[in-house]
């Protein structure tokens, strides 16, 4: 299924988290942030967040629980949660580093202190009340927060040296605060030069994406490199994949780990299955896609939000789109099958399912998909 969210001329801003029907997406439409909650079957639900002074976010930081879905502008000091009784905004005294909600539909919000050594931990309830607050020494800078399947927050960041720096997480419990561990990245593992692009809740623990190398070494392997610590700190599997694009954006749940990344003509999810085995599904674009924001549904479907640009680059489609495995759809016919292809690449070569498109999802700048084809508007 894929969906047509909005049109925007300039190139949109988005995140993602589940929903009890399906998934909350955030983007900035130009008069301020939209919260949408998106599912199958259901009418959308839509609450509008005005940004004082016409301002613009630059970056969105989201997470969701119970039935709250908590929203962070950047690393600035807004924040807000919304739920069926409508939007909560809270000002936050320092700069928001990150938030990690919570099942029970709390959230733990992650902000600067002005000691830079330490970092200011605090649980809000879904109705701002605060539940505990507490500060913990950090061995350097936090770069992302992520949680464990238990709501513990685990904080990742790098640790300055005297040579170079060192990867570094620390996790702390959902209950009070208090730190259980940290522990340092071994620097063959996770060379300090790797840049974060992406920290996720996993089945095990979490799942930490770096850019493997920098886009101006063209002479060396290019790719994203996958590294799974547990909940103990532990590094498990790891691996590297295509880097396909300049930008991955990553999403966990208690079943998955997965990640999606620009193929050049639409949009490629993944997610690891084992040592060098990979799931991969794609959506059909004619040009450039770039994906947004991910996140995967309570009934285990993939949701992707992403941005498809036009000819002229002058319009942005923020589309979200939801895939599944189901039976085969039909053999396409004179115009291209309007279809996601679900392939995966391990020992069992040529299995391959196709997810249908509805008919009237868009499928290209001026295409919309019509009895399972991609066809142009009009015709």
């Known amino acids: 299924m894929r969906v047509l969210v909005a049109t925007t001329n300039r190139e949109p801003l988005a995140c993602a988290a589940p929903s009890s029907q399906g998934i909350w997406v955030a983007y900035d439409a130009g008069q301020g942030l939209?919260?949408?909650?998106?599912a199958v079957g259901a009418s959308a639900t839509e609450q509008t967040l005005p940004l004082?002074?016409?301002?613009?976010a630059d970056t969105l930081q989201c997470g969701s629980g119970g039935q709250a879905f908590w929203l962070s502008l950047g690393r600035g000091q807004a924040m807000a949660v919304v739920t069926k009784a409508g939007v909560r905004r809270v000002q936050s005294r320092a700069s928001v580093l990150g938030l990690a909600a919570q099942t029970d539909g709390s959230a733990v919000i992650v902000a600067?202190?002005?000691?830079?050594?330490k970092v200011e931990l605090v649980r809000?309830?879904?109705?701002l009340e605060p539940m505990w607050q507490r500060e913990l020494p950090t061995p350097g800078d936090v770069t992302a927060v992520a949680t464990t399947l238990r709501d513990d927050v685990v904080l990742v960041g790098r640790k300055?040296?005297?040579?170079?720096?060192t990867w570094w997480l620390l996790r702390a419990g959902q209950r009070d605060g208090l730190q259980a561990w940290t522990r340092e990245l071994d620097p063959t593992v996770a060379p300090s030069r790797f840049a974060l692009v992406g920290a996720t809740q996993s089945p095990t623990g979490v799942l930490l994406a770096f850019e493997s190398q920098a886009p101006a070494q063209s002479k060396s392997s290019q790719g994203w490199?996958?590294?799974h610590v547990d909940a103990n700190g532990t590094v498990g599997a790891r691996s590297v994949v295509p880097q396909r694009a300049p930008r991955l954006v990553v999403a966990g749940s208690e079943t998955a780990a997965i990640w999606a990344q620009e193929?050049?003509?639409g949009l490629i999810l993944e997610r690891a299955v084992g040592y060098g085995l990979v799931d991969s599904a794609t959506a059909p674009w004619p040009g450039p896609e770039t994906p947004l924001g991910l996140a995967v549904a309570r009934d285990g479907a993939w949701w992707a939000i992403s941005a498809g640009s036009h000819p002229a680059g002058d319009v942005w489609t923020l589309l979200a789109t939801r895939m599944v495995a189901v039976a085969p759809a039909a053999a396409p016919g004179?115009?291209?099958?309007?279809?996601?292809?679900?392939?995966?690449a391990s020992a069992q070569k040529g299995t391959d399912i196709n997810v249908a498109l509805e008919d009237g999802s868009p499928c290209g700048p001026a295409a919309v998909c019509r009895s399972g084809q991609c066809r142009p508007v009009g015709r």
Do not use: N
């Open 160 to 165: 300055p040296t005297g040579v170079a720096s």
């Open 52 to 56: 004082e002074g016409g301002a613009r």
């Open 334 to 344: 004179p115009d291209p099958a309007c279809v996601a292809r679900w392939a995966v």
């Open 34 to 38: 939209v919260a949408r909650e998106l």
């Open 112 to 117: 600067a202190t002005a000691d830079s050594r």
């Open 225 to 227: 490199a996958l590294l």
């Open 263 to 265: 193929r050049g003509a």
């Open 124 to 127: 809000l309830s879904a109705q």
